[in-house]
Structure formats: structure tokens, C-alpha cells
């Protein structure tokens, strides 16, 4: 079946520790993207990539590093410089021109 | 100033009635375009409807259309007949610049609760 993974589901962490959050995607799109959302809030973008080993900041870049080295791949760093990393991460895909299709996300917690 | 701005925090609307969720929007690029997404209480993000900043009539699809007002600014998106699966929350999203591949990120609003009541 075509879609978008990530996982896991729920991740929890020590503060202070980096952590990367997956996303996979076999829909063949272009182009990607990281979005956050807090309790009660809507999306806010992080990063996205419109093509292989490229990749653009979005609103709320900071603290968090991406890579995109496979189409079908564009993983998320949150890094100990995020100050408030706890929220619901989801990433999106879609081929360029068109909507994005959304995967299930991840819960960040971070202690 | 908020680009995408949703009035409505929550809503409560008896089965089989019309809904309609409210959006407006704030940009001076030319070529924009509108998107409604639904997010069922699992938190995934499910695309509803898409309007062009350029189309001359609303889009609709299936029991969703959108009331397009270009000179207000406004995207309101209408529930025809809602039914029990149609409670979740309702984001409003812009993306700018929609012409020249049209790649760009999505701006969001904050979203509409609706709770379809039996």
C-alpha cells in the first residue's frame, strides 16, 4: 500500500539528549515537509524539502536539523536546543503543485 | 498579523444539519491557494478540498465546497447532511505563491472543534 510511516508512534526522552524522528514515504513525491503542533494549535512548519539534498527552513526552524538524501526518506533531528520540544510532530509529502498527504505522526515527550 | 484565521473554536451542530466552518485569510502574493484538512481525534491530518486563488467557481467535493469570496478573503467550508464521523477538528491552510511548482509549506489556522451531535 502507498503511504507515509513514521515511527515510532510515541517517543519519550531525557532532556538534553538529541532524537530523530522518521518518515518514509512511497507515494514517489517530490517534495516533504516537517510540521509541529502543540496542544490546541495548528501545524506550524519546520523544515521541507522540494528535492533530493535540498531542504528550506520554515517558521520554526530552529533547534532541529533535517537531511534528505533519498526521496523516499526525510528524517528529523530534534536537537538539545530545541527549548520546548514536546509536541505532536507530522510530516507530509506531496508531489509539487498538488496537496500534501499527511502521515500518522509522532508524539514527542520529552522529561 | 495571522495569516489564517479561524473564529470558530468549537461547534456543536445536530446530525444531518448543514455546517458551515469559518476561514479567512491574509496575503498579498497574487496566486495563493486555500485547503481544508480534517483531523480526527487519532491526529492524522486527512485532506478535505482544495480552491485555487485563480478558480472562478468554488470547489466542492462530494458533501464538502468551499465558499470561495475572493474580495473578503474568505474560504468557509460547507458540510452538506453532517453525519457522527464528521466531529473533529477542522484546520483552514493557505500556501503562498501557488503558481511555479507550488512546493512551498502550509500556513495553518488554529482550528474549528466541531462536535456533530445525534
Known amino acids: 500500500d502507498g503511504g507515509i510511516t513514521q515511527s515510532p508512534k510515541y517517543l519519550f526522552r531525557k532532556e538534553g539528549q538529541n532524537v530523530t524522528l522518521s518518515c518514509e514515504q512511497n507515494?514517489?513525491?517530490?517534495?516533504m515537509y516537517w510540521y509541529r503542533q502543540d496542544p490546541g494549535q495548528g501545524l506550524r512548519l519546520i523544515y521541507y524539502s522540494q528535492i533530493v539534498n535540498d531542504f528550506q527552513k520554515g517558521d520554526i526552524a530552529e533547534g532541529y536539523s533535517v537531511s534528505r538524501e533519498k526521496k523516499e526518506s526525510f528524517p528529523l533531528t530534534v536537537t538539545s536546543a530545541q527549548k520546548n520540544p514536546t509536541a505532536f510532530y507530522l510530516c507530509?509529502?506531496?508531489?509539487?503543485?498538488?496537496?500534501?498527504?499527511f502521515g500518522p505522526g509522532t508524539r514527542l515527550t520529552v522529561t | 498579523a495571522q495569516k489564517i484565521t479561524q473564529t470558530q473554536p468549537g461547534m456543536f451542530v445536530q446530525e444531518k444539519e448543514a455546517v458551515t466552518l469559518d476561514c479567512t485569510y491574509d496575503t498579498s502574493d497574487p496566486s495563493y491557494g486555500l485547503f481544508w484538512y480534517k483531523q480526527p481525534s487519532s491526529g492524522e491530518m486527512i485532506f478535505l478540498i482544495y480552491q485555487g486563488s485563480y478558480d472562478q467557481q468554488n470547489a466542492t467535493e462530494g458533501r464538502y465546497s468551499l465558499n470561495f469570496q475572493k474580495a473578503r478573503k474568505s474560504a468557509n467550508l460547507v458540510i452538506s447532511a453532517s453525519q457522527l464521523g464528521d466531529s473533529a477538528m477542522y484546520f483552514c491552510a493557505m500556501r503562498e505563491d501557488d503558481s511555479g511548482g507550488g512546493a512551498d509549506g502550509l500556513t495553518f489556522g488554529k482550528g474549528t472543534h466541531l462536535i456533530i451531535q445525534p
Open positions: 507530509a509529502s506531496s508531489p509539487q503543485g498538488y496537496e500534501q498527504y
Open positions: 507515494l514517489n513525491h517530490d517534495a
